[in-house]
């Protein structure tokens, strides 16, 4: 300005703020107290949830201890209850939506992410993602309850036994309702969420990462390989546990063809139960007092099975994370 | 559910055409000449989900005829229907199995809830066996207990030609299918077995859920319907709605007397007439004597408070369950329940006329003879 001198332009600005900079100091301590308030609402829910599931199972608690774990019997009528039969369900059908989601995930978001020649392919696969995404698990549950059991009945089933029967694990008539039913049914769930965190976290890896490996001549191939899923892997591991833990909580889909049965089989066509499901089916009609306690000490466990694979996840992005630099 | 808003209004048009009724008491409700109308309430209840298609059809029946009565009721189950009339959130509450001395307790005492029988339902045996129709496949109670047991495996085991000389059975497994959620259907079938098979007793005894011996489970009767009908070989216990509104093959069952009957309507009621002394303790009507009954069959119970707080509401409630039980009864045969038998029915307006309100008597009706 041409009334500024020289003088003028070296006086400090004045302690006193002007209002403006009142205003926005202002708006700096709403918006502190808010996200302060919203934090701690957050710990506060997790922690109202903890305390209401843990009481009412407290009778069971002191009834079962820590044996809970390892019983194998579910007798309501003689009110013994253990829940080894519904945790194995549950770690069993979980871990199967993994091995068959996150290869199949990572290398959709591969092609999301990276593949150059056939874009015009992104729109309807990045639109049948958020479909998959979007449909409520009831309709997921009755479309497998109908159409998926018999398929896999009828052919899935006699074909792994007729290739793989060798294995243990394909051993034993199949009905179609059973541990591989249950955890194709969850690998269904839980892609899109697999596929849309990967995509983005391989995204993110820097650009001149990319181009380097290329500029020294290294393949597309090579360079997802050695510079890209290295770089992204502290991420990619979160998109698997992110999914594993939609898996072990999902209900509905899972009780329609897991088939409810309290056994432990090392065979993946037989019919098994999980924790979410025997919760849903005998919450409703549960009048015993340990009954019902012993529906929420289920609901324990499975709460300290997500804070597990909580901690899992946790160490793994530690140990991986080390000096690299972390993406997600 | 199973289509029930077809239903209701299909009952609500045979209501139409056939509530002129014959006048058999002095509640307004039941066609009494003279009495006043019920009183403008609106009631809530909640419990059982077996009755409910039942129960839907006849409140929705009431409020055609009373349209200053409204009833809703949610079929959250039993044991939340129990909590919920322990902690005085409805007006009435239903279950599949009576409550028992210890929720009695926490409603306040064996005295303060009254119990009474609100329709009666029977369950057969549904199975998939490729050209066995209806009927064909005869059933014994030893036979039954072993394929639930898990010592009946094949379809041509011995024990099972035995009762089917004439019918050429296939050498197949047999897959047994259960309800996997908590049910009054689960009950009476596992105290019929229980009753009529002693090591079934011992081993695995009667309960809304059990600990199975062999199978899968299935949630809801409609689950078990269909993988019956999805797997070859199949058999289960199915409400007898179900068997007829999803034309599902049953099997004919020995009965008590020895004769091989195919679950009917007619044939729980007949069994039902069986047992005249049936309390809320007492309840059990499994196994029934007589040669038409069907021997899987059992009431499902509603229960209110002995003294009503409300006056008006009181009324409104035992003029609906007086109706329920006796002209009501019509609307349980579309819906493919049974009719109350005549004694129980006798029994359940003798109780509802213990209830009161201030000490005053709220259904003033003549006990039926």
Same mark, same amino acid.
Not at chain 1, 175 to 192: D, E, Q, R
Not at chain 2, 114 to 132: F, R, S
């Given at each position: 300005?041409?009334? #500024?001198t020289a003088t003028?332009? +070296? /006086?400090?600005?004045?302690?006193? !703020?002007?209002?403006? @900079?009142?205003?926005?100091?202002?708006?700096?301590?709403?918006?502190?107290?808010? !996200?302060?308030?919203?934090? !701690?609402?957050?710990?506060?829910?997790?922690?109202?949830? +903890?305390?209401? /599931? /843990?009481?009412?199972?407290?009778?069971?608690?002191?009834?079962?201890?820590?044996?809970? *774990?390892?019983?194998?019997?579910?007798?309501? +009528?003689?009110s013994q209850f253990g829940a080894l039969p519904a945790i194995y369900g549950t770690l069993v059908t979980s871990a199967i939506a993994l091995v068959i989601a996150f290869p199949i995930g990572l290398g959709a978001a591969l092609f999301l992410a990276e593949d150059a020649r056939l874009r015009f392919l992104r729109g309807p696969l990045s639109f049948a993602i958020e479909l998959l995404a979007g449909i409520p698990s009831v309709v997921i549950g009755l479309w497998a309850f *109908?159409?998926?059991?018999?398929?896999?009945?009828?052919?899935?089933?006699?074909?792994? @036994?007729?290739?793989?029967? *060798?294995?243990?694990?394909?051993? #034993?008539?199949?009905? #179609?309702? #059973?541990?591989?039913?249950?955890?194709?049914?969850?690998?269904?769930?839980?892609?899109?969420?697999?596929?849309?965190?990967?995509?983005?976290?391989?995204?993110a890896v820097p650009r001149a990462l990319r181009e380097g490996s290329l500029a020294l001549g290294a393949t597309n191939a090579e360079t997802i390989w050695s510079v890209i899923l290295p770089y992204a892997r502290v991420g990619i591991t979160g998109a698997a546990l992110l999914s594993l833990g939609r898996a072990l909580g999902e209900t509905i889909a899972v009780t329609m063809v897991i088939g409810n049965t309290m056994q432990i089989s090392s065979s993946l066509f037989a019919s098994g139960y999980t924790l979410p499901s025997v919760i849903a089916n005998e919450f409703t009609e549960a009048t015993g007092t340990i009954h019902l306690a012993s529906l929420f000490y289920l609901g324990v466990v499975l709460v300290l099975i997500t804070i597990a694979v909580n901690v899992v996840a946790r160490l793994l992005v530690w140990r991986f994370a080390g000096s690299e630099p972390m993406v997600a | 559910m199973r289509g029930a808003p077809i239903v209701v209004v299909a009952c609500g048009v045979l209501l139409l055409?056939?509530?002129?009724?014959?006048?058999?008491?002095?509640?307004?409700?039941?066609?009494?000449?003279?009495a006043p109308p019920p009183p403008q309430a609106s009631l809530t209840g909640a419990g059982a989900t077996f009755p409910y298609p039942f129960y839907n059809a006849a409140f929705y029946a009431y409020n055609l005829k009373f349209s200053q009565v409204s009833v809703n009721y949610q079929s959250v189950g039993s044991g939340a229907g129990i909590q919920q009339l322990t902690k005085k959130t409805v007006d009435f509450g239903?279950?599949?199995?009576?409550?028992?001395?210890?929720? %009695?307790?926490?409603?306040?005492?064996?005295?303060?809830?009254?119990?009474?029988?609100? &329709?009666?339902?029977?369950?057969?045996?549904?199975?998939?066996?490729?050209?066995?129709?209806t009927g064909k496949l005869k059933l014994t109670p030893d036979t039954i207990a072993g394929i639930f047991? $898990? &010592?009946?495996?094949?379809?041509?085991?011995?024990?099972?030609?035995?009762?089917?000389?004439?019918? &050429?059975?296939?050498?197949?497994?047999?897959?047994?299918?259960?309800?996997?959620?908590?049910?009054?259907?689960?009950?009476?079938?596992?105290?019929? %077995?229980?009753?009529?098979?002693? &090591?079934?007793?011992?081993?695995? $005894?009667?309960?809304k859920s059990v600990s199975w011996k062999t199978g899968q489970g299935a949630k809801g009767n409609e689950a078990v319907a269909t993988t019956i009908k999805q797997t070859p070989g199949a058999i289960g216990y199915v409400e007898l709605a179900y068997i007829?509104?999803?034309?599902?093959?049953?099997?004919? %069952?020995?009965?008590?007397?020895?004769?091989?009957?195919?679950?009917?309507?007619? $044939?729980?009621?007949?069994?039902?007439?069986?047992?005249?002394?049936?309390?809320?303790?007492?309840?059990?009507?499994?196994?029934?004597? $007589?040669?038409?009954?069907?021997?899987?069959t059992g009431y499902s119970w509603l229960m209110l408070y002995k003294d009503q707080a409300d006056k008006t509401k009181g009324t409104a409630l035992v003029d609906l369950f007086d109706w329920l039980v006796t002209e009501g009864?019509?609307?349980?045969?579309?819906?493919?329940?049974?009719?109350?038998?005549?004694?129980?029915?006798?029994?359940?307006?003798?109780? %509802?006329?213990?209830?009161?309100?201030?000490?005053?008597?709220?259904l003033n009706v003549a006990t039926p003879s």
């Open positions: 300005m041409s009334r #500024g003028e332009r +070296v /006086v400090p600005t004045p302690l006193v !703020a002007t209002s403006r @900079q009142r205003r926005l100091i202002s708006g700096d301590r709403i918006f502190h107290a808010f !996200a302060y308030a919203a934090a !701690a609402l957050i710990i506060l829910i997790a922690l109202v949830f +903890v305390v209401a /599931v /843990v009481i009412p199972a407290l009778p069971a608690i002191t009834k079962f201890g820590l044996g809970f *774990f390892i019983s194998r019997t579910w007798d309501p +009528v003689r *109908f159409i998926l059991t018999p398929l896999m009945r009828d052919n899935v089933d006699p074909f792994l @036994q007729h290739t793989l029967g *060798f294995l243990p694990i394909f051993h #034993g008539t199949a009905s #179609g309702y #059973g541990y591989l039913t249950a955890g194709l049914v969850l690998a269904i769930m839980v892609l899109p969420i697999m596929i849309a965190l990967s995509r983005d976290v391989i995204r | 055409a056939a509530c002129g009724g014959t006048p058999t008491g002095t509640n307004p409700s039941t066609g009494g000449a003279g239903a279950s599949d199995v009576p409550m028992n001395a210890t929720e %009695l307790a926490a409603a306040g005492g064996s005295d303060t809830v009254v119990q009474i029988a609100g &329709t009666l339902g029977t369950e057969g045996l549904a199975y998939n066996l490729d050209g066995v129709a047991l $898990g &010592t009946i495996k094949n379809w041509n085991d011995p024990a099972l030609a035995a009762d089917n000389s004439g019918l &050429t059975l296939p050498n197949q497994a047999i897959s047994v299918v259960h309800r996997s959620d908590g049910s009054g259907t689960t009950y009476i079938f596992t105290d019929y %077995l229980s009753k009529v098979n002693a &090591t079934w007793n011992s081993t695995v $005894g009667k309960g007829i509104q999803t034309n599902m093959t049953q099997a004919s %069952l020995k009965n008590h007397d020895g004769s091989f009957v195919t679950p009917s309507p007619e $044939g729980a009621t007949a069994a039902a007439s069986n047992f005249p002394d049936v309390t809320p303790t007492q309840f059990s009507i499994v196994d029934a004597p $007589g040669k038409t009954s069907s021997p899987i009864q019509s609307y349980a045969v579309n819906v493919h329940y049974s009719k109350l038998p005549s004694n129980i029915v006798r029994q359940d307006i003798a109780s %509802l006329k213990t209830v009161t309100s201030g000490g005053a008597t709220l």
